[in-house]
């Protein structure tokens, strides 16, 4: 990776790349970055991606940005951003325990979302149908075209140019159709070739986050009740050790105490089944841990099926509760008619984005509007596209 002979950098590095396993991810064995760049003074590759992240702008929008509930619906939530900030804590105690990249993992789970759109999933699904006609649109590749292209804050570079080992953690799935156009990193997904075991654990420990503080938010804000929980596997069994011990702790601190324990269970769960197999395959390197039939980082059969019920159970009862889908049906409207009066007339996009309007359509026609028009959309935060509907579409909105 280009690095500086005998400087600060390196020696930091190489204490911290000193414990690695052999099978994870090291400055040693990176594929570097598009664009070539003297190494950092004082920090590692891996730090300086996650510091790229955190001083973009699509990271800063995470905090007015939502997966289920609607960004005003109260201040307790979480938002993407504290999502994103769950995520890199449970990442990096994995990482740390199974001897791997943990500078790698945080900048990924940083990362991992910067391509949502506004309201979380019916945001993502309202603009994938309006773009159906026009390449589609993903979140994990938009996550991808942010840090890639979209963040133009360095002078000799477009994007973020992080390391090719972040990148290959945010872009977590890709159609075969697009992982075409991308080159070395949709390779993968053509080969059906794994990515690192940085990048494996980063998604499971999106996943136990998201399910455990759907538990949390969902019960806080009303949607889903203890009594339904009480089916569900998971959270059974913490709960009633903490009812046998603490008999008079009161619902809020009961409901911390059991998501507590279920983050723990999981995370335990997924660094032990996880070692054993990691022991038992002993993947040489990182392009060893690349060309498995699958998955290194996983989760034990018993925990895994108990996960699918508390997911099972969660989009039942919490995704689709009446209020959810109200919510949701109502921001694919707002984000399908923005669309709508944005294709219409490209004119009503702010001034910044006409010179691209007329690049990309004199390259890809409807299809090179539709991507600037997605794009402005994509960044949007939930109160942005809100304002920006009242202002457009509202004969009596704001100015
Ligand atoms: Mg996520």
Redesign the pocket.
């Known amino acids: 990776m280009g690095r500086g002979q005998g400087n600060k950098s390196e020696s930091l590095s190489q204490h911290a790349e000193g414990r690695l396993a052999g099978y994870a991810v090291s400055e040693a064995c990176s594929r570097g970055r598009l664009h070539k760049e003297p190494s950092p003074t004082y920090r590692g590759e891996f730090q300086r991606d996650r510091d790229r992240v955190i001083h973009c702008a699509a990271f800063r929008r995470l905090v007015y940005k939502t ?1 289920v509930f609607v960004n005003h619906e109260g201040d307790l939530f979480r938002t ?1 951003l504290t ?2 900030l769950e ?1 890199a804590q449970i990442a990096r105690s994995i990482a740390r325990s199974l001897r791997l990249n943990e500078d790698l993992a945080e900048a990924i789970a940083l990362a ?2 910067l391509g949502h759109t506004p309201f979380g999933h019916a945001g993502q699904d309202a603009l994938n149908a309006c773009m159906a006609s026009y390449g589609g649109f993903e979140h994990n590749l938009q996550s991808l075209r942010v840090v890639d292209e979209l963040e133009l804050k360095y002078a000799e570079f477009p994007g973020l140019n992080l390391t090719f080992e972040t990148r290959e953690g945010i872009l977590k799935h890709c159609s075969t159709k697009h992982a075409r156009k991308l080159g070395e990193i949709g390779r993968r997904f053509i080969d059906r070739h794994q990515p690192s075991l940085e990048a494996q654990l980063t998604n499971l420990a ?1 996943e136990i ?2 399910n455990n503080h759907d538990v949390d938010d969902g019960l806080r804000a009303g949607l889903i009740t203890i009594e339904q929980l009480r089916d569900i596997t998971l959270f059974q069994e913490p709960y009633e050790a903490i009812k046998r011990r603490f008999a008079q702790l009161d619902g809020r601190r009961t409901v911390h105490e059991v998501v507590r324990r279920m983050i723990n269970r999981l995370v335990v769960d997924l660094v032990e089944t996880s070692r054993s197999r990691l022991e038992l395959v002993a993947p040489a390197d990182v392009e060893a841990v690349r060309t498995q039939p699958g998955p290194l980082i996983t989760f034990s059969d018993e925990v895994r099926n108990a996960n699918d019920q508390l997911k099972d159970f969660l989009r039942t009862a919490l995704y689709r509760h009446f209020r959810v889908h109200r919510m949701s049906a109502k921001a694919k409207r707002v984000v399908e008619e923005l669309f709508g009066a944005f294709m219409d007339d490209p004119r009503l996009l702010p001034t910044e984005h006409h010179q691209k309007v007329a690049l990309l359509e004199q390259e890809r026609g409807q299809a090179g509007r539709a991507r600037v028009v997605a794009d402005y959309i994509a960044g949007m935060t939930d109160r942005y596209a809100l304002t920006e509907h009242d202002r457009i579409l509202n004969p009596h909105g704001v100015s």
Do not use: F, G, L
Request: glycine share 0%.
């Open positions: 997966q993407r999502h994103s995520v991992h979302d999106d986050a998201y």
